[in-house]
């Protein structure tokens, strides 16, 4: 069974219904047509005398109808279609019937294996137009039938001259297909290279929304958990504390809410970016930690000098969510948390040190969705590289610190 699907695959192709139904009246046209005219040469041609009027006159039939089936499977099956134009010719030579009507199919066929064939099928209508041209020649200009004595000095230059000739047709006919078989090739590499730019552009856009999604989601759940557990111990002492807690709960949520809605906004209708954070919703950032319990110390010197480009103040507004985000859910709870800015003239140097846990968290960790080096991380790197910048983060003795190196003006 294996290897029948592999000869059907390799002789035919696949072709549309509408197609074949073409194929095959075109051929039963050009039967029609061609089995007249090999009837009514039948009586000027050598095999009369020899098989008889209708011995003769069936052969030219049989000629026509094999010169029409090869027509019919020429772009359904080059290969056989080859086959049988070179069955049909050899058994007009055999005969010893001169070229007709029936012969134009051979032309259709060689284009046909240049332009649909497989590689080898693709040779093949090569050679067959090469080797066809050289028996035309000897045929027409050095068998007894037609030349009498056969090839003689005075008929070399008109051999030539037909050797010419029929390479020049039956190669035209296979270099048309060659043409038409590149220009097809061509194509589909083209329509293949506009899909994967297509898609390359996708998924870039399908990770800069999940990456924005991730930095949304994380920290605001991460603040929501953090008032919650909070409210939930401190309520038995201190109700209010728990009232403080359900408001912080609530004005996160419906940010991130409002957050989300913008992403999914932008997934639908691609067209146009939405607003994005800049410096000055970090103050609103910083609120969120420090309502969650985050003793959070921040210093920035020296100040931005003027309006930092967007895609800088997007980066390191991303990357400071990220990292509070990472210290509020892996940092020694109520330990302090450190943000250094030093916005230096071609650069801005960005750093959160937060104190660990009792198990230390080590430099290199394996990603996973509860690890600093996890999504969040790699999130961030990408955030630093997308500017030019770059980013290390690690465990330097009992703390774990993000260092991040921004160029101002770098490529976005």
Do not use: C
């Amino acid at each position: 069974m294996a290897s029948g699907l592999a000869y059907r695959e390799t002789v035919f192709r696949r072709l549309k219904p509408y197609q074949i139904v073409v194929d095959v009246v075109l051929a039963g046209v050009f039967f029609v047509v061609a089995a007249p005219v090999e009837l009514a040469m039948t009586a000027s041609t050598p095999s009369e005398l020899i098989l008889g009027n209708g011995l003769a006159l069936l052969f030219g039939v049989v000629v026509a109808m094999i010169f029409s089936g090869a027509l019919a499977i020429a772009r359904l099956a080059p290969g056989l279609a080859l086959a049988s134009a070179w069955a049909g010719a050899l058994l007009q030579v055999g005969l010893g019937r001169p070229p007709s009507f029936s012969d134009l199919a051979i032309f259709v066929v060689l284009y046909a294996t240049a332009a649909h064939g497989t590689p080898r099928v693709y040779r093949a209508g090569l050679v067959s137009a090469l080797v066809g041209a050289l028996v035309i020649a000897v045929y027409l200009t050095a068998s007894p039938l037609y030349a009498g004595g056969g090839l003689t000095w005075g008929t070399l230059p008109l051999a030539l001259m037909m050797l010419v000739a029929a390479a020049f047709a039956l190669g035209l006919s296979w270099t048309v297909g060659a043409l038409v078989r590149s220009a097809v090739r061509a194509r589909r590499t083209r329509e293949a290279q506009q899909r994967a730019e297509a898609d390359a552009i996708a998924e870039q856009e399908r990770v800069r929304i999940a990456r924005d999604m991730h930095d949304v989601v994380a920290h605001s759940l991460a603040v929501v958990i953090a008032q919650a557990d909070g409210a939930r111990y401190a309520a038995a002492a201190d109700p209010a504390a728990a009232a403080t807690a359900l408001g912080t709960i609530s004005g996160t949520a419906r940010a991130a809410l409002a957050d989300v809605r913008l992403l999914l906004t932008q997934l639908r209708h691609s067209q146009a970016d939405g607003p994005q954070p800049t410096l000055a919703d970090l103050e609103t950032l910083y609120a969120q930690v420090r309502a969650a319990g985050v003793a959070l110390r921040v210093d920035v010197d020296p100040a931005p000098p003027g309006t930092p480009p967007a895609s800088v103040q997007l980066a390191v507004y991303r990357i400071l969510q990220e990292a509070l985000t990472n210290a509020l859910r892996h940092g020694a709870p109520g330990g302090p948390v450190d943000v250094r800015l030093s916005w230096l003239p071609d650069r801005v140097e960005l750093l959160v040190r937060n104190p660990l846990t009792p198990a230390p968290v080590p430099a290199v960790a394996a990603p996973g969705p509860e690890s600093p080096i996890g999504h969040g991380m790699i999130g961030m790197r990408e955030r630093a590289q997308l500017v030019g910048g770059r980013l290390d983060a690690g465990a330097e003795d009992d703390s774990f610190v993000v260092r991040a190196e921004i160029p101002i003006g770098g490529a976005a």
